[in-house]
């Protein structure tokens, strides 16, 4: 791919921070692969400002913001000196959407964003991302409910949020105590709170534990139960899912929720654990019900699902490997890099 004669397209990716999931799995991951094809920078907020396992947070989280906005500004020059911008999600935590639709306004732009972000904070931030997706040339959605807020199916592509496939390798079924695996950041353990009883139910029965894999244990409500914490870095990301025997994903059906991008699930799968989920956004377009997992709504859902997989090591097992298969398939890095190939090829 190049821009004239045996030029290679330069392609600026604008990301939340070195350490934002969003920005390691949707563009730093896929640089050296992309790199084969087109000359990549990656530019990073600095200070990151945004709800990461290693910004700012509270009062310095917001003394920051400005100085955020001031090292944007500054990497302009750097952007400007690209053939195409991708923004992975917007340029700052302000309201105001002016940097975005300035670097539109010289070089083609992508847009691409993982998460229902238009639902926050009164409906100004919907206003904001409307501007920043009328101005971008292109715009990559993580999910079909995300494309159709985008509602410009013609310069939208759906690419997943995936993961490399040489990192996250099969691991065998783990021998010790049954193991339920969860891992994310700590804001999100509320949405194992509504399943306490089914847990405590099943742990009791199995004499297993609830391994966290997180930034911190923000979660009172599962005192009691036996639970092993695991502090998350991106050095033992893989490593630390290698001793559940499923992994599990539950969500409220809210309207933010529907815009996840099934991520957790991506993740158990590629180590081949099976997952037990809610039925809810992605979630259904990642897993086959019965095939690389299980969904639960009700709390005897949960328990019975969970006890249905802690009983049968077999059963575990296929639905491990078909859970590998099919983030193989259509979850990894080889699978969604002719995607991006050909949105910088729509662009340039």
């Known amino acids: 791919?190049?821009?004239?004669?045996?030029?290679?397209?330069?392609v600026a990716f604008v990301t939340q921070g070195t350490r934002v999931p969003a920005a390691r799995f949707r563009v730093e991951q896929l640089v050296p692969a992309l790199s084969a094809h087109v000359d990549c920078t990656v530019l990073p907020a600095s200070p990151s400002v945004y709800g990461d396992t290693g910004s700012l947070r509270g009062g310095w989280r917001a003394l920051a913001k400005p100085l955020s906005v001031v090292a944007r500004i500054r990497q302009l020059r750097e952007i400007r000196g690209a053939d195409v911008i991708w923004l992975q999600r917007p340029m700052t935590e302000y309201f105001t959407a002016v940097l975005e639709r300035?670097?539109?306004?010289?070089?083609?732009?992508?847009?691409?964003?993982?998460?229902?972000i238009f639902h926050n904070r009164w409906g100004l931030e919907a206003r904001k991302i409307r501007r920043i997706i009328d101005a971008a040339r292109h715009v990559v959605a993580g999910n079909a409910y995300l494309a159709e807020f985008a509602n410009e199916p013609s310069k939208t592509t759906i690419i997943p949020t995936v993961v490399d496939e040489q990192r996250y390798t099969p691991r065998p079924?783990?021998?010790?105590?049954?193991?339920?695996?969860?891992?994310?950041?700590?804001h999100n353990l509320k949405e194992l709170?509504?399943?306490?009883?089914?847990?405590?139910?099943?742990?009791?029965?199995?004499?297993?534990?609830?391994?966290?894999?997180?930034?911190?244990?923000?979660?009172?409500?599962?005192?009691?139960?036996p639970v092993e914490l695991v502090r998350w870095t991106p050095e033992n990301e893989v490593s630390v899912l290698a001793a559940g025997h499923v992994g599990v994903m539950p969500l409220a059906d809210t309207s933010y929720n529907r815009g996840k991008c099934a991520f957790k699930l991506i993740q158990y799968m590629a180590r081949a654990i099976p997952v037990v989920a809610s039925p809810v956004g992605a979630n259904r377009e990642v897993v086959r019900?019965?095939?690389?997992?299980?969904?639960?709504?009700?709390?005897?859902?949960?328990?019975?699902?969970?006890?249905?997989?802690?009983?049968?090591?077999?059963l575990r097992m296929r639905m491990g490997a078909a859970g590998r298969q099919r983030v193989e398939s259509a979850?990894?890095?080889?699978?969604?890099?002719?995607?991006?190939?050909?949105?910088l090829r729509a662009v340039s």
């Not at 300035?102 to 229902?116: G, I, L, S, T």
């Not at 199995?206 to 009172?220: E, K, V």
């Not at 990894?332 to 190939?341: E, F, I, M």
């Open 289 to 314: 019900d019965g095939v690389e997992g299980l969904f639960a709504t009700t709390d005897d859902d949960w328990a019975d699902r969970l006890l249905t997989l802690a009983r049968d090591r077999d």
């Open 173 to 186: 079924d783990p021998e010790g105590p049954f193991t339920i695996a969860w891992t994310g950041m700590s």
């Open 193 to 225: 709170a509504p399943y306490v009883s089914a847990l405590r139910r099943v742990l009791t029965e199995t004499r297993g534990r609830l391994l966290i894999a997180a930034d911190r244990l923000d979660a009172p409500f599962l005192a009691g139960l």
């Open 102 to 116: 300035h670097v539109a306004a010289a070089r083609p732009m992508v847009f691409d964003f993982d998460d229902a």
């Open 331 to 343: 979850y990894s890095v080889t699978a969604v890099l002719p995607r991006y190939l050909e949105v």
């Open 1 to 10: 791919m190049t821009t004239s004669g045996s030029e290679r397209l330069r």
